[in-house]
């Protein structure tokens, strides 16, 4: 069964939301009354479509239903969620807030995107406080995993466990925080950082490209996969935290920031950095740079997932939900990988590396081999099999972004023999490669061929009679 998301207000964080749910198979409701609402949201979703599927082996779910609503009443009405993603005015969101408690379904979770406010902030004089959340996500939403939850004390037990279970299913890292404070956890960090920062211009010690330097080709490369603590931690050497803290704890005494206080805003301090902004980042349009961030981001994040660490880890899990299982049906071949090509996979010439042909065949054989019980736990007895022998004709240029489907065919089933062909095909059934594979079956503590267990090798024989007259008609 279907669920409903409601969005109210549809800029950068609430688009980011929009397409977060969307993508993940929810219908969802827009509400925003910016006339230009329907451009905008077109604009972020092109982003997301394009960027979050490559950050999985297998498909999204089927896409959601968008609909733009006239009122907040019509987007709200029957909503599982409602996001509130308006300006950071405490007097907007208390209005919105209580427009949405009108006409929201009693059990509807109601999530702030706020960045400042706590939640008692904002239930305050509202009637329908105990469903009402701060649900903190980060740009872009429908990449980032991080969601920043807190409650108060007027919230329904459960509400804060029902809303980091949908946020789980959607593929994001809920956090919940332990206490009510004036912008969270994540926002208290960043602000410390973007005081210090401004003072380094307004001082003219450092530009602001100088500073993005600093972080993207440093710490900010470490905090990305491992954190603050951790990355410390390191820094201990052997003895750990401790020696950390002992060796460099003294510097915390010497003025070297300036984070009890911030330089005026004055015009041309605003005129400096917007100036020193621009020649940095000029050349490309805001879009673009959008772009370019979102293709950095996914190649990051799949470099995690390879390490099953940090956001990798998060995407991981989520795959796991949303594959679905290799069918099987006689006389048909069968589809064994359906996705989008990532980023990381293209080369110099801007279209997939040939490396990445064989990863995409790989995959389908593995598929095969979860059919025929060959599976995680199957390998982790000690039997597997090898491929021995691959031959692959490259047929069209395959591009990042361009879904792709493969369909396989058992040619081949005896003994230890699986031998199997592979179509790799576009969205309009254009052929782009082929490959036939040989495989044969091991012991993984001989690393030698050996006899399948008897119901793998039954298996098998099934899904080689299955395909029985595609071999026939593909030799």
């Keep these: 069964m279907s669920r409903t998301a409601a969005i109210i207000g549809g800029g950068v964080i609430g688009g ?21 609402a329907a451009r905008k949201i077109a604009a972020v979703l092109s982003n997301a479509r394009h960027a979050l599927p490559m950050l999985y082996e297998s ?30 005015r405490l007097d907007l969101k208390h209005r919105i807030l209580s427009d949405i408690t009108t006409h929201a379904a009693s059990g509807a979770i109601i999530g702030s ?24 996500p980060f740009n872009p939403v429908y990449l980032l ?22 946020l789980v299913s959607l593929g994001m890292f809920p956090l919940q925080v332990r206490g009510e404070i004036d912008a969270h956890i994540a926002d208290r960090l960043l602000e410390a950082v ?31 996969q491992m954190g603050l603590f951790e990355t410390y931690r390191i820094a201990g050497g052997e003895a750990g935290m401790k020696h950390f803290i002992e060796q460099f704890g003294p510097a915390l005494k010497w003025p070297w920031t300036k984070l009890t206080d911030v330089p005026e805003l004055t015009d041309d301090l605003v005129a400096t950095i917007a100036s020193q902004s621009d020649a940095q980042s000029g050349r490309l349009t805001i879009n673009e740079l ?37 069918a099987f049906t006689p006389g048909n071949p069968v589809e064994t990988v359906s996705r989008v090509i990532p980023i990381d996979w293209t080369d110099y010439n801007g279209h997939m590396n040939e490396s990445r042909y064989g990863q995409v065949f790989s995959d389908a054989a593995d598929a095969v081999m979860v059919m025929i019980g060959a599976d995680e736990t199957y390998v982790a007895s000690g039997q597997s099999f090898f491929t021995v022998e691959t031959k692959t004709a490259f047929l069209d240029e395959t591009i990042a972004g361009d879904p792709i489907r493969v369909e396989t065919v058992v040619m081949e089933a005896a003994g230890k ?18 490959c036939d594979q040989l495989l044969i079956h091991v012991s993984l503590k001989t690393r030698r061929s050996s006899p399948p267990a008897p119901q793998v090798e039954a298996r098998m024989r099934e899904l080689a009679a299955g395909h029985a007259d595609l071999a026939r008609q593909a030799e």
């Excluded at 959008?290 to 989520?318: T, Y």
């Design 16 to 36: 980011g939301w929009l397409a977060r749910f969307l993508l993940n198979g929810w219908d969802v409701k827009l509400y925003d009354p910016d006339p230009d």
């Design 59 to 88: 498909r999204l779910p089927a896409e959601g239903r968008l609909d733009i609503c006239d009122t907040l009443a019509e987007a709200v009405a029957g909503a599982d969620w409602v996001q509130e993603s308006a300006p950071e």
């Design 113 to 136: 995107s706020t960045s400042g406010f706590t939640p008692s902030d904002l239930q305050s004089g509202v009637d329908w406080p105990e469903r009402i959340i701060v649900a903190h």
């Design 145 to 166: 995993p991080l969601v920043e939850l807190v409650g108060s004390k007027d919230n329904a037990a459960d509400v804060i466990e029902q809303a980091s279970a949908i």
């Design 194 to 224: 973007w005081r210090e920062a401004l003072w380094l211009v307004h001082d003219g010690v450092a530009t602001t490209q100088e500073i993005d330097d600093a972080i993207r080709y440093g710490f900010g490369l470490r905090w990305a």
């Design 290 to 326: 959008e772009r370019l961030r979102d293709h950095n981001l996914v190649a990051m994040m799949r470099a995690l997932k390879g390490q099953d660490s940090a956001a990798g880890r998060i995407l991981n899990r989520h795959q796991k939900q949303i594959a679905a299982p290799t």
């Design 417 to 434: 023999k699986l031998r199997l062909r592979h179509r790799m095909l576009d969205a309009n059934g254009g052929a782009l490669a082929s």
